[in-house]
């Protein structure tokens, strides 16, 4: 019989390349992760793991099972939680990952809403932009994850989320940002965003400059850009200073303070739609489904 723990070692192996890294990752010894193997290996009845060099490789029985390893200890995982949270015994746990503007936003409001409610529920936050944090939800290392996608673009493969429960929180506008002393900040009209053809610009995370350059580009032009930084307030900064202009979410600017800039309703409209994602047997888990509603109702505003 092929054990959870077991797999929950072979998923490290697979993922670190090495018995020793893996039981670095799992907080044991190595000789305690290659006696894990050698059961594993015996309950699956072939080899799953082949030694070259100093890393270890998946035989093609040892990615098969990895494959599914993560279904099964989300499935086990709901499961267990749910028992659980019936039997009185513990109130459970949730695991978020979200990108940041979610993290400084949504997430505060609904943890502290969570803790206040249940005490006893264990929430943990890992940092993860679209679509890796949809990958880690995919792969079983989170519980939910917020996600974004832009809603005026056609959706690309790895943003079809037909096999996750799809929980829809708000719908996000991006505004412009320009210098206070720019020459459009004081003005009370929408800005079409190819009045800003011959600024530099500064972008942020890798998707949304691609996202950027797609709007600017059917607008008639390609933005020049000349800093790209994940960090909303360097954004700021860099516009404060005078380096240039940017386009961010309005749900970004809610955690900054947007000290010596201006803010403008930029044309065409632009949106992303944030949602919380989950996989469908860890939506029947009380505390992941009740997390689920707290994020929700940090979302109306």
């Known amino acids: ?13 697979a993922r670190t390349g090495s018995f020793s890294a893996a039981a670095r990752e799992l907080g044991c010894t190595q000789p305690a992760v290659s006696q894990q193997m050698k059961a594993l290996e015996l309950s699956a009845g072939t080899t ?24 099964i200890l989300a499935g086990l995982t709901a499961a267990e939680e749910e028992v ?24 505060p409001t609904a943890v502290a ?9 264990k929430i943990s936050l890992v ?10 939800l995919r792969a079983g290392d989170c519980d939910i994850t917020l996600a974004f996608r832009y809603v005026d673009l056609p959706t690309p ?13 708000l719908t996000d506008r991006l505004v412009g940002l320009v210098p206070a002393g720019h020459r459009l900040a004081a003005g009370d009209r929408p800005v079409r965003i190819e009045e800003l053809a011959e600024e530099e610009w500064i972008a942020g995370c890798p998707r949304c400059r691609r996202h950027l350059v797609e709007v600017c580009e059917r607008a008639g032009f390609t933005p020049r850009i000349d800093f790209a930084t994940d960090d909303y307030p360097a954004v700021v900064g860099l516009v404060a200073a005078g380096l240039g202009v940017a386009v961010l979410p ?12 201006a803010v403008l309703e930029v044309l065409p409209a632009v949106q992303r739609e944030v949602v919380a994602l989950t996989l469908p047997d860890l939506a029947q888990v009380p505390a992941v489904d009740m997390m689920l509603g707290r994020l929700a109702r940090a979302g109306l505003r």
Do not use: C, N, Y
């Open 1 to 13: 019989m092929i054990e959870a723990r077991h797999l929950r070692v072979l998923r490290a192996v």
């Open 48 to 71: 799953l793991l082949i030694r070259t060099g100093r890393e270890m490789r998946l035989t093609e029985a040892g990615e098969a099972l990895v494959r599914h390893a993560a279904g």
């Open 84 to 107: 659980a949270a019936i039997a009185g015994l513990r109130a459970g746990r949730v695991r978020l990952s979200s990108f940041p503007s979610g993290s400084s936003t949504l997430v």
């Open 113 to 121: 809403g969570m803790r206040a409610a249940h005490p006893g529920t």
């Open 127 to 136: 940092e993860a932009e679209p679509p890796k944090s949809v990958e880690m």
């Open 157 to 169: 493969a790895e943003e079809q989320w037909d096999d996750l429960v799809v929980r829809p929180l």
């Open 250 to 261: 309005e749900l970004a600017l809610e955690a900054v303070r947007p000290k010596g800039v």
